[in-house]
């Protein structure tokens, strides 16, 4: 079993030993090199990276790595070895998912998937409403309408639950892997042609990349996907009290 995962960084960092893995310096085409190989040969979009965000290295696999089953990770977020893990972040670096375990995991699913992240007063739908240009994520749904009617329920009912699948992190089939970046760059390309994002701030700039997070769990219950689910390790300290605060502004200010 050939499983290939494409870690996303800007950044030096430490990498995983394990030769799954895969570090991709994203932006290449418009940065200097750190190091590692860049996702602007081959096929690319590479100098979309500010707009698209890790997604120019999800597109770069698609193109260009052979592999049974394809992945993406980033250089601060892997997917946990373990159903659970709590400790200090130099002994997670032990906890990341490895070769042997991908490859039982995968003998009986054909995707792993993060645990969900739940909002609990927030839909999906508010929350991107609440934290970014609702009219954005509006005008992905009427393009999903024009191209690919047959998903609409499906993102309607996404939009609408309170938990999801976050940070664009995933280990596919092949198969599945090609099918979903072909459905979800179709829909992105189109958004880029409609919407005007001249004036929006670098953060804001990162649309496709914020839209994608809200699109794969549609196209996951569209197609009946059979996944398992995995902690995420964060490789750096969160600071809790300072997201939580941020949620609540967002949604009541």
């Known amino acids: 079993m050939n499983i290939k995962i494409v870690i996303a960084t800007h950044k030096k960092y430490r990498m995983p030993e394990d030769k799954m893995y895969v570090p991709l310096q994203v932006g290449r085409a418009i940065h200097d090199g750190i190091g590692y190989m860049g996702d602007n040969t081959g096929e690319n979009i590479s100098g979309k990276n500010p707009n698209y965000c890790?997604?120019?290295?999800?597109?770069w696999a698609w193109k260009n790595l052979d592999g049974d089953f394809l992945g993406l990770v980033h250089y601060r977020r892997h997917f946990c070895d373990r159903s659970f893990f709590f400790g200090p972040i130099n002994a997670k670096w032990k906890h990341i998912l490895s070769s042997g375990t991908a490859q039982r995991l995968l003998a009986h699913s054909d995707v792993i998937m993060p645990k969900k992240r739940h909002y609990w007063i927030e839909t999906s739908m508010s929350h991107y409403v609440h934290a970014h240009n609702g009219n954005d994520l509006r005008r992905t749904r009427n393009i999903i309408k024009k191209m690919y009617p047959e998903y609409v329920t499906a993102f309607d009912q996404a939009m609408l639950q309170t938990a999801s699948?976050?940070?664009?992190?995933?280990?596919m089939k092949r198969t599945l892997f090609d099918a979903y970046a072909d459905w979800l760059f179709s829909i992105l390309f189109q958004l880029e042609k409609e919407i005007d994002i001249s004036r929006y701030s670098p953060k804001e700039a990162r649309?496709?990349?914020y839209i994608s997070e809200r699109l794969l769990d549609v196209w996951l219950d569209k197609n009946n996907v059979n996944y398992i689910e995995l902690p995420v390790l964060f490789m750096?300290?969160?600071?809790?009290?300072?997201?939580?605060?941020?949620f609540f502004r967002r949604k009541f200010a």
Do not use: D, S
Not at 54 to 59: F, I, K, N
């Open 54 to 59: 890790e997604l120019t290295a999800m597109y």
């Open 236 to 246: 750096e300290r969160q600071n809790w009290f300072k997201k939580i605060f941020a």
């Open 207 to 209: 649309v496709f990349g």
């Open 165 to 171: 699948h976050r940070f664009n992190m995933f280990i």
